[in-house]
Every structure is written in structure tokens, then in C-alpha cells.
């Protein structure tokens, strides 16, 4: 995987002055999915691949601009822009100035230098990880649209489980009907390399096996059948459960042949304070 994470680097500055990068192609002739590609680089990056893309183009964009580029519209065209105005606002966004200010005055500039993904190996800490093959799940619940947050509690979240009434929590303990069992916190409907601050789906529910018809009033989210990875953690809430997200692309998927196939992450918490707390990830996948 970290090769392919290299090759795609220069796949994007071979691409950063031309065309668009197929992505979807550029996975399937290594070997993966773009769904996978797309979650491994954003969380090794540190951010969205389309994000990586254009910093990198107004980095170039920016050094033709300072060497006296005399056509504005030639750069903008040169690095995938139709006209001056949308890669004005690409550029702004990226390095808090106009193209025209840039060209005037040489800066200030926001550098995005190229990626070089290596993989360390430390033996630091051993994962606790289960491969188990389930059928199709029909997860039932409250559902609520929450902004993805990387860091720290959600009070997005803590405020749409904080309106659900207790007597609601014991009404979905009664539906669960299989593994995993318990109540679940599940997060769907993202992008694979959504920024922070994107639209998600939170449910607050139950995994149920379907052969009962789910109550009307509550929100359904079904899963295919398929392999999952369960991720077993204790520690500080939240920062181990935060810390173990990234250890699975940093640390287990580059070293196992597995990769992410499209669905819900499910956390299932064995035991939870409010510093504290045991839990599973359960992480949809499928043979790399």
C-alpha cells in the first residue's frame, strides 16, 4: 500500500499541469479500490486527496506567477481551471492572496512541498484484531446528520444521544439481535477522504439480522454481508479510540492483506466513563 501511495504522489505531479487524474483507473491498475485509496491516503495525509491536488497545482501555479508569467489565463488553463476567476479562488484559498498580488509583490506563499509516504517499522504496539465473515446487517436507530470532527468528543453527537430518552435505550437494547451486540455508535453516508467539517450520518442503534420487520419510527441503515476487522482498545476516552483510527492506516493496513470496502464504521463500547472506555471498531473489508 505504500508503494501505491508513492506511485500516486507522482502520479498527481505528473498530472498537476494537465489533465484531471483518473483515480478510479490509477486503482484499478494497482490493484485496489478507489474507495480504499482515497480513506489510506487521507488518513496518512492528513488530508483529501482533491485537497493535496490542488495545493499542489497552486504551488506550481504560484512559482510561474513569481518567475513572471505574463498571461493569467494561460496558468489558470495550464493547471485545470477554465478561467481566471475559479483559479483565483483556488489560489486564495490555498495561499490567502490573489494570482495579481503574488505576481506584484512574489508572496507571501503557502508552500505544499511533495508527499513521500514511508512505512516505519517499530513494533511498537500490537493490535488486538479479528477477522469475522456476517451475514447482511440491518442497523436500526436514531439517526441524525453530525459534521465530522478528528479531534476530541463530538458535541454534535453528544447532544443527539442526549436527546434520545433512557426508556429509547432500553426499547433498542431489546431489538439487538446480533453480532455486534449492544448498543452502537455507527457513522455512514462519508466521503472515503471527507475534510473535517463534512456532513456525516450518525446512528445511535442496534445491529439486528432483518428477520424482524424494524419499527416504522426509526431510522434504517443496511449493510452488506461480508468480511469485517474488529479492533479491540481501552484507554482514555476519547483519545485511544481517536489514536486507534489512525493506527489502522498507519500501522495495520499497510501490513495485512486487506483493504476497506464501502460502509458504515460501527464502535461498539463494552464499557464507558467519561474518561474512560473499552470498545470494538468494526471496520468493513475485504481481501486486498
Request: proline share 8%; charged share 20%; glycine share 8%.
Amino acid at each position: 500500500m505504500i508503494s501505491t501511495l508513492n506511485a500516486l504522489v507522482d502520479a498527481v505531479e505528473q498530472n498537476a499541469a494537465g489533465d484531471e487524474l483518473d483515480v478510479v483507473a490509477f486503482a484499478r491498475r494497482h490493484g485496489t479500490t478507489e474507495y480504499h485509496l482515497r480513506r489510506m491516503f487521507s488518513s496518512l495525509a492528513g488530508m483529501p486527496l482533491s485537497e493535496y491536488v490542488r495545493r499542489r497545482r497552486m504551488t506550481l501555479a504560484a512559482a510561474e506567477l513569481v518567475a513572471g508569467a505574463p498571461n493569467l489565463l494561460d496558468v489558470s488553463v495550464r493547471h485545470g481551471y477554465s478561467s481566471v476567476e475559479a483559479f483565483g479562488r483556488a489560489f486564495r484559498s490555498v495561499h490567502g492572496t490573489g494570482p495579481g498580488g503574488v505576481r506584484r509583490d512574489g508572496g507571501p506563499l503557502r508552500t505544499q512541498p511533495v508527499l513521500r509516504f514511508r512505512l516505519s517499522v517499530e513494533g511498537s504496539t500490537p493490535m488486538d484484531v479479528t477477522i469475522t465473515d456476517r451475514p447482511e446487517l440491518v442497523l436500526v436507530g436514531h439517526a441524525a446528520q453530525v459534521p465530522l470532527i478528528h479531534t476530541g468528543v463530538n458535541p454534535h453527537i453528544q447532544a443527539h444521544i442526549a436527546s434520545i430518552p433512557a426508556e429509547e435505550h432500553l426499547r433498542l437494547k431489546a431489538l439487538s439481535s446480533t453480532e455486534p451486540g449492544g448498543i452502537l455508535a455507527v457513522t455512514a453516508d462519508s466521503e472515503p477522504d471527507a475534510p473535517e467539517g463534512s456532513m456525516l450520518t450518525y446512528l445511535h442503534g442496534v445491529a439486528t439480522d432483518g428477520a424482524t420487520p424494524s419499527p416504522d419510527d426509526l431510522d434504517v441503515v443496511r449493510v452488506d454481508a461480508g468480511a469485517w476487522a474488529v479492533f479491540a482498545s481501552s484507554g482514555p476516552f476519547p483519545e485511544a479510540l481517536q489514536n486507534l483510527w489512525a493506527a489502522t492506516a498507519t500501522d495495520w493496513f499497510p501490513s495485512n492483506p486487506w483493504r476497506l470496502r464501502p460502509g458504515p464504521s460501527i464502535l461498539r463500547y463494552l464499557e464507558l466513563t467519561a474518561t474512560h472506555a473499552t470498545c470494538e471498531l468494526w471496520l468493513p473489508v475485504e481481501p486486498s
